[in-house]
C-alpha cells in the first residue's frame, strides 16, 4: 500500500463516509481559521504516513475535517517547506491525498513579503501567477508524460473569481499580484528583491508554489492567498524576522477568515 492509502485507511476510520469538496493549506498565522470549521474529525500530522512533521512555529501539524457553510473541507493546519529539508516534493503525499479524499479543489494560503507600496502589512493579495525562482521542482523523479505540467492556467479563473467577488461583498481590499518563489529560510537582500521587480513580481515568499505544481499534476483547481506581513526587503527600516511575519499574520487574519468563510458559502453556487 502507498503512504496515500495508508492516510485514506486513517482518514475514513476518522471520518466515515463525510467527503470534504474543497482542501485548504493554511500558512504562517492563519491556522486559526481551522477552529472555524463545524469540525467531524481532526488528525494530527504523526497519525498520517508521509505528511510533514510539524516545523515552523505558528504551525500545529494536524488535518481537520468538516464543514464551513455548508461546504465540506479538510483543512491542513502548517504545511512543510522546501527549506527544511531541501526536499521540493514534502508535501506530495498531502495533495495526492486531498485527491484521493475526494477534494475538488484547493485552496492554498501563505505569508508574503510585498513589493508594491500599495499593499502594505496586513494586505491581502490573490496570487494570479507565480515565478519559481528556486530552480527545483517537486515533481522530480515523477514518470510520465503527465509530469509535463501545463502551467498556463494555474491558478484558476473561476475560483479567482468567486474570491474577487467574495472581498467586494465583504468589504475586503483583495490586491491582487505575481508570487516569486524564493527557496529561504534566509530572506532576499535588496537586490533580489529589485530583480524580482524587473521580472513582474508583486510578491515573494517560501512556499506554496510547489503545492501549485503537484496540485496541476492531480488536476486539481486551485486559487491562492497571500497575508502580507510586510514590505520586502530594502523596502522599509524594519528589519526582516519571522517574529514580524507572525505578528503582521495576526493583523491580516480577521481579513482573510471573513474572505475564506464567504468563499466556501457561495461555493459551489453559480456565480
Ligand atoms: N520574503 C520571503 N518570504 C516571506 C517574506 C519575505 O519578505 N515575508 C513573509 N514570508
Known amino acids: 500500500m502507498s503512504q496515500v492509502d495508508d492516510c485514506l485507511a486513517v482518514i475514513h476510520k476518522a471520518v466515515g463516509d463525510f467527503v470534504p469538496q474543497v482542501g485548504m493549506v493554511l500558512g ?55 527549506y527544511e529539508h531541501g526536499k521540493a516534493d514534502v508535501m506530495a503525499v498531502v495533495i495526492q491525498t486531498f485527491k484521493a479524499m475526494g477534494c475538488e479543489a484547493l485552496i492554498l494560503t501563505n505569508a508574503a513579503g510585498s513589493m508594491v507600496a ?18 527545483v521542482s517537486p515533481l522530480f523523479g515523477a514518470q510520465g508524460n503527465s509530469r509535463f505540467v501545463d502551467m498556463t492556467q494555474a491558478y484558476n479563473q473561476n475560483m479567482n473569481d468567486a474570491m474577487r467577488k467574495a472581498a467586494l461583498a465583504n468589504n475586503v481590499k483583495l490586491h ?27 510578491a515573494v515568499g517560501m512556499s506554496t508554489v510547489p503545492e501549485v505544481i503537484l496540485a496541476r499534476h492531480q488536476g486539481l483547481p486551485l486559487c491562492a492567498l497571500s497575508i502580507v506581513t510586510n514590505y520586502a526587503s530594502g ?11 507572525m505578528e503582521y499574520a495576526k493583523m491580516a487574519t480577521d481579513g482573510v477568515e471573513r474572505l475564506l468563510n464567504a468563499f466556501l458559502h457561495a461555493y459551489g453556487a453559480p456565480l
Not at 488535518?63 to 512543510?80: P, Y
Not at 499593499?119 to 528556486?134: E, K, Q, R
Not at 537582500?189 to 513580481?201: N, Q, S, W, Y
Request: net charge negative.
Open 118 to 135: 500599495d499593499a502594505g502589512p496586513g494586505s491581502v493579495m490573490l496570487i494570479t501567477d507565480h515565478i519559481n525562482m528556486t530552480g
Open 176 to 202: 491582487e499580484g505575481v508570487y516569486a518563489w524564493m527557496c529561504g529560510p534566509h530572506f532576499e537582500t535588496p537586490a533580489e528583491i529589485r530583480a524580482l521587480k524587473v521580472l513582474g513580481a508583486q
Open 235 to 245: 523596502m522599509s527600516p524594519t528589519p526582516l524576522s519571522h517574529e514580524q511575519t
Open 28 to 82: 504562517s498565522g492563519l491556522g486559526t481559521f481551522a477552529d472555524q470549521v463545524d469540525a467531524v474529525a481532526s488528525i494530527g500530522f504523526d497519525d498520517l504516513p508521509g505528511f510533514p512533521q510539524a516545523g515552523v512555529g505558528g504551525h500545529a501539524g494536524r488535518l481537520v475535517l468538516g464543514r464551513v457553510g455548508g461546504t465540506g473541507v479538510a483543512v491542513l493546519q502548517g504545511r512543510a517547506h522546501y
